[in-house]
């Protein structure tokens, strides 16, 4: 099969340069001139697929050759291309330095790798505050360092005057590839972070919008979208078919068990294919708000938590009493729990000394450090979700540091190799509770939406016995 479907990556040199900036601000401004656009991100982030969701008005969904498999990209692009309907354009945007991967792996997981699995042309945006005619010599050097990976058009962004654009536009011209855009220095234009990056859309409600609105009326005035979209319409036609959730699973598990998804301002971290997976298995798929809700959805068998900033909600997640006690009576009564970062911590006892649902005997507090990276990780024994000796792809997040009580914690669920080659025992697996700070992406393990959906299934059923 075969999928058309003009689209573009938005690379950059580094972090920095206004790549989140300048692709969402495509998205917006394309979508207000009456095209379905449909937003990607490479990589695993959580966040910046929010502004995408938000600027194009469909799901934001991510590309990683390592959580994903390399085989799985483009028709993961396609799948979400089409999904809930056909998108005119797809704009992809990059993670780190267009050629920055998985360290040790020669780029795998770069932009780079990503834009020649799914054979797309790059925008390069290029942060011009500190340069002028020199990004000519760096525009250069990116276009022909991997012949594979056209650079079809530069967008200079933090230009501070007319005087410096024509500098920077003469640069560029020497290097032989066009300037679609040059984007002012206006600092009135500003996405929030704090320590784990951008804050999410779902913190920030109207001023999200806001933000969203400005950089598409930015984008609008200062890209030639005309020439964006010409760009983007010189990628070929994609020779595979979209992913589909329902051929991944396999056969449904009948009853169809109620699977309740925490969602809100404190696990905003999920991939929009668990919850699709998660259905084709045979789940009925319902949302929840840990920080509002009193009790989990009537008819709650399974439990799905993914990540997010508990930290920052700890005081209103702990006061929420009558949830966490619906949390612990499901596990009680035989229900399932499938918990990543966000969800390890809000099972355990207490995170930054506020009790949490007390599922895990585990107790978390902020540490010194940002743990982040890739990993390949083995099953260490059969689970809720895996089996001995499974591996999977996934990736880690986080600044919390989450200690479990002497003699007390359930057997760990995966091992891996640490970066000092030490091997790194890490979460919590049970038959009913499978809590991890590890992320993983189940479109690249299809396995673990089915085989939760099933303990799902067997958990109403002895509830009905």
């Not at 959580?67 to 799948?79: D, F, K, R, T, W």
């Not at 996405?191 to 109207?206: D, K, N, Q, T």
Request: aromatic residues 4%; hydrophobic residues 45%; glycine residues 12%.
């Amino acid at each position: 099969m075969v999928t058309r479907l003009p689209r573009l990556v938005v690379a950059a040199p580094g972090s920095g340069h206004g790549k989140t900036m300048i692709a969402t601000g495509l998205m917006a401004a394309l979508r207000a001139q009456g095209r379905t656009v449909s937003p990607h991100k490479v990589g695993p982030d959580y966040i910046d697929p929010g502004y995408h969701a938000l600027a194009a008005g469909r799901p934001g969904r991510n590309l990683d050759p390592h959580l994903q498999s390399e085989g799985l990209v483009a028709p993961l692009l396609a799948h979400g291309a089409g999904t809930p309907a056909p998108a005119d354009v797809a704009v992809i945007e990059g993670v780190m330095g267009m050629f920055d991967g998985a360290t040790g792996t020669g780029g795998f997981s770069s932009t780079a790798h990503v834009a020649r699995l799914v054979q797309a042309p790059v925008v390069l945006v290029v942060d011009c505050a500190a340069t002028a005619r020199s990004v000519g010599a760096l525009v250069h050097g990116f276009s022909r360092f991997d012949e594979r990976v056209p650079v079809a058009g530069v967008i200079l962004n933090n230009v501070g005057s007319a005087r410096h654009e024509r500098e920077a536009r003469e640069g560029v011209a020497a290097a032989g590839v066009p300037v679609l855009g040059c984007v002012p220095r206006l600092p009135d234009v500003v996405v929030p972070s704090r320590h784990l990056g951008l804050v999410p859309v779902a913190e920030r409600g109207p001023r999200a919008h806001a933000a969203v609105e400005a950089l598409a009326g930015l984008v609008g005035r200062h890209v030639d979208l005309t020439a964006v979209l010409e760009v983007a319409a010189t990628a070929p036609d994609l020779p595979v078919a979209p992913w589909s959730p329902a051929a991944a699973v396999g056969t449904a598990v009948p009853g169809r068990p109620r699977v309740a998804v925490a969602a809100g301002a404190a696990f905003t971290f999920g991939y929009a294919e668990t919850t699709e997976l998660l259905a084709a298995a045979g789940a009925e798929v319902v949302t929840f708000d840990p920080l509002h809700d009193t009790r989990l959805p009537a008819g709650t068998v399974g439990l799905v938590i993914g990540g997010g900033f508990p930290e920052v909600h700890a005081e209103a997640l702990s006061r929420n009493g009558s949830l966490r006690d619906s949390v612990r009576e499901l596990v009680a009564s035989g229900g399932v729990v499938a918990a990543e970062c966000a969800g390890l911590l809000y099972l355990g006892r207490a995170l930054q000394d506020r009790p949490m649902c007390g599922v895990l005997p585990v107790t978390a507090t902020m540490g010194p450090r940002l743990t982040l990276g890739y990993r390949t990780a083995t099953a260490l024994g059969d689970s809720l979700l895996t089996r001995a000796g499974e591996q999977v792809t996934g990736h880690e997040f986080h600044r919390t540091r989450a200690c479990a009580d002497t003699g007390a914690a359930p057997p760990a669920a995966w091992a891996w190799a640490g970066t000092d080659g030490a091997d790194v025992r890490e979460g919590f697996a049970t038959p009913r509770v499978h809590a991890s700070y590890l992320h993983t992406h189940w479109a690249g393990h299809p396995q673990l939406a089915r085989r939760f959906v099933a303990a799902a299934a067997g958990a109403e059923a002895g509830a009905a016995a």
